[in-house]
Each structure stands twice: as structure tokens, then as C-alpha cells.
């Protein structure tokens, strides 16, 4: 079983639409959870990063942690044509050495 | 701005040759770290670096080695190329020896072993 999943998409909305951008995990002791976003031909740049559970906000964009499922979300409200990417969560132990990252679900914002 | 720059975009290598990837990063950051990219497999941690001349084995570390011999640059050596080492190699540097520092990643080298 896959550490972290991550539904690879294509997710193809219109202009202006709430996206929603999902990860699972399966071990317990992740406390540090983020996305990344990667555009064609680039490397991944960090988006958003939140501890523990809960919500953040930056924005257009809201990370939210739900612990109790192991499940984490990326919503984009009012999504543009420069959303189009792929969305990449990682997440980290508390004392961990290394990122755990999801396989990237690619997004495709029509105009 | 933190810049991260991979020496090339694209390589074509042929097997069993020797190849060099080099990553260079200008921000002065402690931690250098090589990742490769696969459809549905996402990034994973080959090596990384604290320190010079430190590294420590990623989760597929088989088949690669690393070489840090000052602070800024990070090499990752492929002993005898594979086919199944094609791939997307990213490089990656972040400023302190906590991993939840923001990784900042270079554009990565695009890899393709016939």
C-alpha cells in the first residue's frame, strides 16, 4: 500500500469553478502536510503547508487536514486558466527525514 | 530569489554509461536533495544532503550514487545507466536541517536511456 494517494486526474473544469484536490494517507504519525504545484515543464514549487489538523487559507486557495480520516484536501475557489497544473501533496512525520509525496493529480482550468 | 538551476533539460544516454547530473543552488542552503519523477509514482527521494560531503540513502537509492563536495552543488552519478532509469530527475535545496523547510526545486533533467 502506497504511503500517500493521490487520484492522478486529468480533473478538467471551467473557468471559475471550486476545484477540490484530494489526498489519502495511511500512517497516523504524519503531522506536516503540503502541497506543491508543478507546471509543464517545471519543477514543483510549495503552495501551502499546514500542521497538525485544520484549515488555512492563502487567498483563492485552502488547504484543510482532517486527521480523524487521514484524508487532506487543496480547494481553488474562482479557478483560472493559470490553476492548470499538477497539484502534488507531501506529507512528514513529526521527526521525519523525508517527504512523502502523492503521484500528482494534473488539473485543467478551461476558459 | 532562490535559484536552482540542473545542468541540462535533456539527456539521452546509452546503457551502461557513466552519467553526471549536477545541480547547483545559490542561496546557500544546508540541504540538497535528488528525487526522480514517474507517472503515477510521483516524486521519489533517491539522496540527500545535510552537509558537505554528507548524504544520506533516499527510498531508491539502488543504482545511484552522490557527490557533495561543496555546499552549493550536489552531483547525482548513474554507474552504469539503466533503461529503468528513465525518468525525470529533480533536484532540490532548502535552507536548515528541518525538513519542513520549503523545498525549492530545480526544473529538472529529463533522462532517456536507450
Known amino acids: 500500500q502506497k504511503e500517500v494517494e493521490q487520484d492522478p486526474g486529468p480533473l478538467s473544469v471551467p473557468e471559475g469553478a471550486i476545484v477540490s484536490l484530494n489526498c489519502t494517507y495511511s500512517?497516523?504519525?504524519?503531522?506536516?502536510f503540503m502541497w506543491y504545484r508543478q507546471y509543464s515543464r517545471k519543477g514543483p514549487e510549495l503552495l501551502m503547508y499546514?500542521?497538525?489538523?485544520g484549515n488555512k487559507e492563502d487567498g483563492r486557495f485552502t488547504a484543510q487536514v482532517d486527521k480523524s480520516s487521514k484524508y487532506i484536501s487543496l480547494f481553488i475557489r474562482d479557478s483560472q486558466p493559470s490553476d492548470s497544473a499538477t497539484y502534488l501533496c507531501?506529507?512528514?512525520?513529526?521527526?521525519?527525514?523525508?517527504?512523502?509525496f502523492g503521484a500528482g493529480t494534473i488539473l485543467r482550468v478551461k476558459s | 530569489d532562490v535559484k536552482v538551476t540542473q545542468s541540462s533539460r535533456y539527456l539521452v544516454k546509452r546503457t551502461g554509461e557513466k552519467v553526471f547530473l549536477e545541480c547547483v543552488q545559490d542561496m546557500d542552503h544546508e540541504n540538497m536533495f535528488w528525487y526522480r519523477q514517474d507517472p503515477g509514482l510521483g516524486l521519489r527521494l533517491i539522496y540527500f544532503s545535510y552537509d558537505v560531503k554528507m548524504k544520506e540513502k533516499g527510498d531508491i537509492p539502488e543504482g545511484y550514487s552522490v557527490s557533495r563536495e561543496k555546499k552549493e552543488r550536489f552531483s547525482l552519478i548513474l554507474e552504469s545507466a539503466s533503461t529503468n532509469q528513465t525518468s525525470m530527475y529533480l533536484c532540490?535545496?532548502?535552507?536548515?536541517?528541518?525538513?519542513?523547510?520549503?523545498?525549492?526545486f530545480g526544473p529538472g533533467t529529463r533522462l532517456t536511456v536507450l
Open positions: 500512517n497516523s504519525a504524519f503531522q506536516y
Open positions: 507531501a506529507v512528514l512525520m513529526e521527526y521525519g527525514n523525508k517527504l512523502v
Open positions: 532540490a535545496s532548502s535552507l536548515r536541517g528541518q525538513l519542513t523547510d520549503t523545498q525549492y
Open positions: 499546514t500542521y497538525s489538523s
